[in-house]
């Protein structure tokens, strides 16, 4: 996970991806799951890079042989299976909106090459839609991985599934980065970073970022445009300028002084 983040949402240049525990972690499910059509759901508030990780390693792991189902919520068992049938490459027809047909074709085309289907927001699917995906995957044999990825009720959500719920083979919980983690990681992540002191990285997880990798890139957009503008060599950072930024943040987020208590 190391190629440059320029499909982050930020499109922030020099970013590159960094590799954690938890990203490793994710890759080994990833690896084993697509080996043998197993289930793995991935939670964790928003920001911490799971849907990141989990697309980048399947990029590495499987490019020509996984499909991410885009969905919605509120999203019907009708429309889920007439998603499913484009995800899979299969023309859409009224009989293919017929849960049993609809399956059928699925299968064929599951095993006529083993696939990993990768759904995110997965806690926004109804429990017939997670019915529906147990019942295809049971069907398959072994040939459909499925990688679920939602936020910190996904893991509740799912368990209100038992037939889904059941047959996961791992649950992994993803968490803001530590301290410690901020030390190693940051300073790679980006330019900006490489050459501010450790205390200065701390203050401004306490500040602003908390251990979440979306915070961290806004903070660093917002750092770089603000050096940007005054002309200063890229890079620079004094808590002054970072208290700038800060202000741009929302109201929930912005910080106040040195006795605030709230970080």
């Not at 590495?60 to 068992?77: I, Y």
């Not at 995800?87 to 009224?94: L, V």
């Not at 109201?251 to 006795?259: K, Q, R």
């Amino acid at each position: 996970m190391t190629q440059a983040v320029n499909s982050h949402y930020l499109q922030l240049q020099d970013a590159t991806l960094q590799s954690t525990a938890a990203t490793r972690l994710t890759g080994g499910y990833l690896q084993d799951i697509a080996d043998v059509g197993g289930i793995l759901c991935v939670s964790g508030t928003a920001g911490l890079g799971k849907t990141v990780a989990v697309g980048t390693n399947l990029n590495d792991l499987a490019p020509s042989s996984h499909r991410r189902f885009p969905t919605r919520p509120g999203l019907s068992l009708r429309d889920y299976r007439q998603v499913l049938a484009t995800t899979f490459g299969i023309p859409p027809t009224p009989e293919n909106l017929a849960g049993l047909t609809l399956e059928s074709h699925i299968q064929q085309a599951v095993q006529a090459q083993r696939q990993v289907l990768f759904i995110d927001e997965a806690h926004t699917l109804s429990n017939a839609i997670y019915a529906s995906l147990a019942t295809l995957w049971d069907a398959c044999c072994g040939h459909l991985a499925l990688a679920f990825v939602g936020n910190e009720h996904c893991p509740r959500r799912i368990r209100h599934a038992a037939p889904l719920a059941s047959r996961i083979d791992y649950w992994q919980t993803y968490k803001p980065l530590t301290h410690a983690q901020v030390l190693e990681i940051i300073p790679k992540f980006h330019p900006q970073w490489a050459h501010v002191s450790e205390s200065d990285l701390i203050w401004s997880d306490d500040a602003a970022c908390r251990g979440n990798f979306r915070n961290w890139a806004r903070f660093t957009r917002k750092l770089c445009l603000k050096n940007e503008q005054r002309g200063n060599p890229p890079g620079t950072f004094t808590q002054e300028l970072a208290r700038e930024a800060l202000q741009e943040f929302s109201p929930s987020e912005i910080w106040t002084g040195e006795d605030n208590q709230s970080w």
